[in-house]
C-alpha cells in the first residue's frame, strides 16, 4: 500500500488530487477543533461519558471525538450516511425511486439530489436533539430569554451548516481529489481518536507497578495489555485477508457469429466477496442496541420494570454481545438481500449468452447463486461478528478497556484498501503497458 502511494506521487496529476485531498482533510480536522459557541464543553462531555451505552456514544465513536466536544463537525457526515441508506432502502419500497435509479445517469443525479435534500432534514432535526441534549446535561450557558432563543438558533444552525459544509468537502474529493470522499472523511476521524490508545496503554501500565496514586497495584496487566494489543494486530490481519476474499463463480461464454466476425468464447468468473455488506451491519446493530439506553437515559429511568428491561441492553451487560451477533447476522443477510438479486444476475448472464458450467440457464443458475450467497453471507456474518463482539468480550474478562474497536478497525481497514484500489487503477489507466503486461 505505502509503495502504491510512492508511485502514485510520481505522476503529476495524481500528485495534485493527493495534495488537494489532504488539504480539505486538514480543513475537516481545523473544523473539528471550533467548538460551537454558547456550550460548556466540560460539563457536556461528562453528562456524554456517563452514557456512553446509549447511541450518544456511538455517535462519538463515528464522529472521532468531535460529538462529546461539541465541535462545528459534532454531527459529521453521519446525516449524509443515513440519508443515503434510506434512500437506498425505500428505492426497493417505491416504484418511482426504482424507476429512477434504472435511468441512467440523469436518474442517479436526481436521486442525489433527493439525498442532498433528506440529509438537510436529518442534520436539523439531530442538531435540535443535540441542543436538547446539552439543555438535559446543563451544558448550555444560556437558557432562558432572548439569550436563550439566540443561542438555541446559534447551535442548531452551527451544527446544521458544519454537517452539510462536510457533506460539500466529500463530494469535492470525489470531484477533484483521489475519491471515496466520505469513506476519507471518516477514516480520519476514526484515526484522530485513536491516538488515545497510547496514553491508554502507559496508564494500564503504570496501574500494573503500582504508579497511579489510590489504585491497588494490578501485575496481571503486564500479561493483559500485550496480548490484547497483539490480538488486535491479528484482528487486522484478519480484516484484511476477509475484505480481500472472495468466491469466484465460473462463467463460460458462449460464441455467438456477428457478421464476419466471432465473439465470445471465452472463461471468466462471477466475483463474491465474503463481506459484501462491509461494515453496515455492525452500525445498524450497534444503533438500533443503543435506542434502549438513550431512553433509559434520557428519561432518567433508573428504577422499576423498565428500568431491568432497559438495562438487560447495556453494553455491561452479557445479553448486549447476544443480541448484538443475532442483529449483525440478520442485519447482513437482509442487506445482501436488497442489494443482490439472483434471478436478475441469472437473466442478465442469459442475455450475454453467459453459463455457469454444469448448471443450466434460468431459474437453475439463479438457485445456484442464491445458495452459494447464503453459504458466503452467514461465514461474512461469523466475521463481522467475531470483529464487532470481541473487543466487548475483553474489556468484560479483563476489565482493560482500551479504544480499540473492531467496528473502528473495520471501517479504517477498509477505507484503506479501497484508496489503494483507487490509486492503483488511475495509474492503470495513464500506464497503459499495464494493461498489456
Known amino acids: 500500500m505505502f509503495q502504491t502511494f510512492k508511485n502514485a506521487w510520481k505522476i503529476e496529476e ?3 488530487r493527493i495534495i488537494f485531498t489532504l488539504m480539505v482533510l486538514l480543513i475537516f480536522r481545523l473544523g473539528a477543533a471550533i467548538v460551537v459557541p454558547f456550550i460548556d464543553v466540560k460539563t ?6 456517563a452514557n456512553s451505552g446509549s447511541i450518544f456514544g456511538f455517535f462519538d465513536l463515528m464522529t472521532g471525538g468531535s460529538f462529546s466536544e461539541a465541535t462545528l463537525f459534532a454531527l459529521s457526515i453521519q446525516p449524509y450516511i443515513n440519508a443515503s441508506i434510506i434512500i437506498n432502502l425505500l428505492q426497493v419500497a417505491i416504484p418511482a425511486l426504482e424507476r429512477l435509479s434504472k435511468e441512467g445517469e440523469s436518474g442517479k443525479n436526481k436521486i442525489n439530489l433527493i439525498t442532498r435534500y433528506s440529509t438537510i432534514g436529518i442534520s436539523l432535526m439531530l442538531s435540535i436533539v443535540y441542543y ?7 451544558a448550555l450557558v444560556y437558557t432562558e430569554g432572548f439569550s436563550g432563543t439566540f443561542s438555541a438558533v446559534v447551535i442548531i444552525l452551527c451544527f446544521t451548516a458544519g454537517s452539510m459544509l462536510l457533506m460539500w468537502l466529500g463530494e469535492q474529493i470525489d470531484d477533484k481529489g483521489i475519491g471515496n470522499g466520505i469513506s476519507l472523511l471518516i477514516f480520519t476521524g476514526i484515526i484522530s481518536s485513536m491516538v488515545r490508545v497510547f496514553p491508554q496503554i502507559i496508564y494500564y501500565f503504570q496501574v500494573a507497578s503500582g504508579k497511579v496514586p489510590g489504585v ?21 490481519v484478519l480484516i484484511v485477508v476477509v475484505t480481500n476474499a472472495e ?6 461464454y458462449a460464441k455467438r457469429v456477428v457478421g464476419r466476425k466471432m465473439y465470445g468464447g471465452q472463461s471468466t468468473h462471477l466475483p463474491i466477496k465474503v463481506n459484501m455488506t462491509g461494515v453496515l451491519p455492525v452500525i445498524f446493530a450497534s444503533s438500533i442496541l443503543s435506542v434502549p439506553g438513550t431512553i433509559k437515559d434520557f428519561f432518567s429511568i433508573n428504577s422499576g420494570f ?11 451487560n452479557w445479553g448486549y454481545a447476544v443480541f448484538y451477533a443475532l442483529l449483525i447476522i440478520a442485519f447482513n443477510y437482509f442487506y445482501v438481500s436488497v442489494q443482490y438479486q439472483p434471478m436478475q444476475m441469472a437473466n442478465d448472464l442469459r442475455k450475454n449468452s453467459g453459463t455457469i458450467p454444469g448448471i443450466r440457464p434460468g431459474k437453475p443458475t439463479a438457485d445456484f447463486i442464491q445458495r452459494v450467497l447464503s453459504k458466503i453471507t452467514l461465514i461474512g456474518g461469523i466475521f463481522l461478528v467475531l470483529v464487532a463482539t470481541v473487543p466487548i468480550l475483553i474489556e468484560k474478562t479483563t476489565a482493560v478497556a482500551i479504544s480499540l474497536g473492531g467496528t473502528s478497525i473495520l471501517i479504517v481497514v477498509g477505507v484503506a484498501l479501497e484508496i489503494s484500489t483507487t490509486l492503483e487503477s488511475y495509474m492503470l489507466m495513464r500506464h497503459h503497458k499495464g494493461f498489456l503486461e
Not at 501485575?219 to 487486522?236: K, Q, R, T
Not at 423498565?306 to 438487560?312: D, N, Y
Open 44 to 49: 457536556l462531555a461528562a453528562g456524554l461519558k
Open 14 to 16: 495524481l500528485r495534485r
Open 216 to 236: 491497588q497495584a494490578q501485575p496481571f496487566l503486564y500479561v493483559a495489555v500485550p496480548v490484547i494489543v497483539a490480538m488486535f494486530f491479528g484482528m487486522l
Open 247 to 252: 468466491r469466484k463463480i465460473p462463467i463460460q
Open 306 to 316: 423498565w428500568s431491568s428491561v432497559l438495562g438487560f441492553f447495556s453494553i455491561n
Open 132 to 138: 436538547f441534549l446539552a439543555k438535559r446535561s446543563g
